[in-house]
C-alpha cells in the first residue's frame, strides 16, 4: 500500500518561493506517476503538475507553466514541487497522488494515492 506525506507548506509575500516535497512509502510501481493538485476555498480540485516516475516526462497547468518546476528523486521516492513568483491566486491546499497510470494524467480519478496535503497562502 502506497502512502503519501506531504511537506513544505507555507505562508509567503507574493514574488516568494516555496519547495513541496512528497515523499512515497510503500513502493513505487513500474508504470508510476506522481501528481501534484490543489484546491482552493469554494473551488474544485484542480491539477498542477504530474511527473512520470520511469522517464521523467512532465506536465503543468498553463497556469503555473514557467513558475513551477516538478522533479522527482528514485532514490529517495520523493518528488519536489518547486514554486517560484508565486501570486495570490496560487493560495490552496496542495495534495501529492500516485497513479499506477502514465496516461490522461490530468484527470484526479485515475490517481488511486492521495497524500494529506499541505496548506500554501500567497499574501499580496
Known amino acids: 500500500q502506497v502512502q503519501l506525506v506531504e511537506s513544505g507548506g507555507g505562508s509567503v509575500q507574493a514574488g516568494g518561493s516555496l519547495r513541496l516535497s512528497c515523499v512515497a512509502s510503500?513502493?513505487?510501481?513500474?508504470?508510476?506517476?506522481m501528481g501534484w493538485f490543489r484546491q482552493a476555498p469554494g473551488k474544485e480540485r484542480e491539477f498542477v503538475a504530474a511527473?512520470?516516475?520511469?522517464?521523467?516526462?512532465?506536465y503543468y497547468a498553463d497556469s503555473v507553466k514557467g513558475r513551477f518546476t516538478i522533479s522527482r528523486d528514485k532514490t529517495k521516492l520523493t518528488s519536489y514541487l518547486q514554486m517560484n513568483s508565486l501570486k495570490p491566486e496560487d493560495t490552496a491546499d496542495y495534495y501529492c497522488?500516485?497513479?499506477?497510470?502514465?496516461?490522461?494524467?490530468?484527470?484526479?480519478?485515475?490517481?488511486?494515492?492521495w497524500g494529506q496535503g499541505t496548506q500554501v497562502t500567497v499574501s499580496s
Open positions: 497522488a500516485g497513479s499506477t497510470q502514465e496516461t490522461i494524467i490530468r484527470y484526479a480519478p485515475i490517481y488511486g494515492y
Open positions: 511527473i512520470t516516475w520511469t522517464v521523467g516526462n512532465t
Open positions: 510503500g513502493g513505487i510501481f513500474a508504470r508510476y506517476t
